[in-house]
């Protein structure tokens, strides 16, 4: 019986070990596999649940427009280790970023800030009269402000003559600069194509100069050059291109209409667009609406007249 009880109590001193032993173990699954656990999947899930990226956007185009497409990523995690979520995240910043840019120079791609003409090292200027007759081309060749108003349209403000004197512009200040070869282009739209109606002349007190006249372009006193395309109400686009000092070509919404004297030797000493002279009393005035003007130093080309007449 002794040596029986003895075996029960060496079992249970075994078991109790046994116990303690498997308790040593649960630590050391505990510590390696909870621990672990608890590191791997709580530094992960930190770093992809808590990442904060806040991005701020102030990137400055050539063009002039502000574009959302410079990244400052500020990433916090909360376990204070930089993971690969962080690359990723910043990664998908930079793709949402790309989106403007791309945009950007799509509508860039067009007019560089003008609606009918664009600008070349060929431009003396152009008025795009939105308001005011600075020169739009960057040269800094402002024309003089002489009457009108400015009415609203669809592409901005545009030049109102009512054929009250005074109106029009001046570019005498530049009037040196129109040698041969040079073009002029104008879009306006006059309210009748009856009788006189000066668009350019180049001696105040004459009445030599540039004329819608009788459903017609004239270089007075030169010969009438005809257009069925010219009528009361039309939107015209004229492009007076020089052949030499004397002479021009002239066409009408980008087609050749005729040649025809200038009724002037280029470099003229004054420049003044849609005022009549004093000759007449300033009874031939131009009524109507015009959009725009370029003054080129060169000869342009039948396809450059093109483009301008598509946009129309």
Known sequence: MKTRMDRVTLLALCLAVGWAMSGCGSDGGGDDGSDGGTDSGTDAGADSGADTDSDTDSDTDTDGDTDADSDTDSD?????????????ADGGDAAVDAG????????????????????????????????????????????????????????????????ADPQGFDWSAYASLLVHPYTIEMILTPDSVSDYQKLFGVDDAADDGWYIYNGGFVAYPETEITNPGIF?????????????ASNIDVYLQ?????????????????????????????????????????????????????????RL
Do not use: K, M, W
């Open 232 to 244: 009361d109400g039309a939107g015209l686009y004229f492009a007076l291109i020089s052949t030499d």
């Open 254 to 310: 980008g087609v050749y209409l005729g040649s025809t004297a200038a009724s002037f030797t280029a470099p003229p000493t004054s420049a003044i667009f849609f005022r009549d002279d004093t000759n007449t009393a300033r009874g031939e005035q131009l009524a109507g609406l015009v959009d725009a003007v370029r003054i080129s130093n060169v000869a342009r080309t039948p396809a450059e007249l093109a483009v301008v007449a598509a």
């Open 76 to 88: 916090t995690d909360t376990d204070g280790d930089t993971d690969t979520e962080d690359a990723a």
């Open 100 to 163: 403007p840019d791309a945009g950007d120079s799509g509508s860039d791609g067009g007019l560089p800030g003008d609606v009918f003409f664009d600008v070349d090292d060929h431009t003396l200027a152009v008025f795009e009269l939105d308001g005011d007759t600075l020169d739009s081309s960057g040269n800094g060749r402002d024309a003089t402000f002489l009457g009108g108003t400015f009415e609203d349209t669809p592409l901005g403000h545009r030049l109102r003559l009512t054929g």
